[in-house]
């Protein structure tokens, strides 16, 4: 079992940056790989960035590479999500998740679905203004 609190969410103008924390307790931290996600206002969650479990590999949706950029800090068991140069189409709910791996499996792999993942944080929100 692994818990999830993300944090660093805020209002900030388009063009302007934030770095969201998604801080792990519980099991073996480096078990997981993670991901983060968004809910834009009336629209469906989507995938944003991935982390496989060895840190080495990373994967983005299209709109963020770029920008956006996944990162883990194994020693404070917490993932980060780097956000430079937000625009208003980035306003949404982040969540941070995590999918466990038995043994050595995925180590190398990262996950877009969400239905990879078993575990979520509450989510922080991110308001871009124009």
């Known amino acids: 079992q692994v818990q999830l609190v993300e944090s660093g969410g805020g209002l900030v103008q388009a063009g302007g940056s934030l770095r969201l924390s998604c801080a792990a307790s519980?099991?073996?931290?480096?078990?997981?790989?993670m991901g983060w996600f968004r809910q834009p206002p009336g629209k469906e969650r989507e995938f944003v960035a991935a982390?496989?479990?060895?840190?080495?590999?990373?994967d983005y949706r299209d709109s963020v590479k770029g920008r956006f950029t996944i990162s883990m800090d194994n020693a404070k068991k917490t993932v980060y999500l780097q956000m430079n140069n937000l625009k208003p189409e980035d306003t949404a709910v982040y969540y941070c998740?995590?999918?466990?791996?038995?043994?050595?499996?995925?180590?190398?792999?990262?996950?877009?679905?969400?239905?990879?993942?078993?575990?979520w944080g509450q989510g922080t929100q991110v308001t871009v203004s124009s």
């Open positions: 998740a995590a999918r466990y791996l038995v043994s050595s499996a995925g180590y190398y792999s990262t996950y877009r679905e969400s239905t990879s993942y078993g575990y």
């Open positions: 519980g099991r073996t931290f480096s078990s997981y790989a």
């Open positions: 982390l496989s479990r060895s840190g080495s590999s990373t």
